[in-house]
């Protein structure tokens, strides 16, 4: 399930919705937690470039969610048969984001 219904234009930062502001700095990077507190991790799909998906550029709150949202919009869009040319990212503590899951070139 994903966090935010909206989808927006390509870009470096993924809009933050509201439950996840306060965890997300305003670069769309999540943020550094205050002495030490645990950070919800969110997870967004990236293009084979690694940038934030042109079409589902949205925020996760499970690698599952966002990998069956991968493979059901490439099943509909692209050649089902094809292995899936979208990747996974997720937040980290330190404001950056981790590849989980590399896309299929």
């Known amino acids: 399930m994903a966090v935010s219904e909206s989808k927006s234009s390509p870009s470096k930062s993924s809009p933050i919705p509201a439950p996840f502001r306060s965890q997300v700095s305003s670069q769309g990077s999540p943020a550094r937690p205050p002495g030490g507190a645990v950070v919800a991790r ?3 799909l ?9 079409v589902l550029d949205d925020l996760y709150d499970t690698l599952d969610a966002a990998w069956s949202e991968a493979q059901a919009w490439w099943a ?29 070139v």
């Open 42 to 44: 969110v997870y967004r």
């Open 76 to 104: 509909e869009h692209c050649c089902s048969g094809e292995p899936v040319e979208i990747g996974v990212e997720v937040s980290t503590s330190c404001g950056s984001w981790r590849t989980l899951r590399h896309p299929a």
């Open 46 to 54: 990236v293009d084979r470039q690694g940038n934030p998906h042109p």
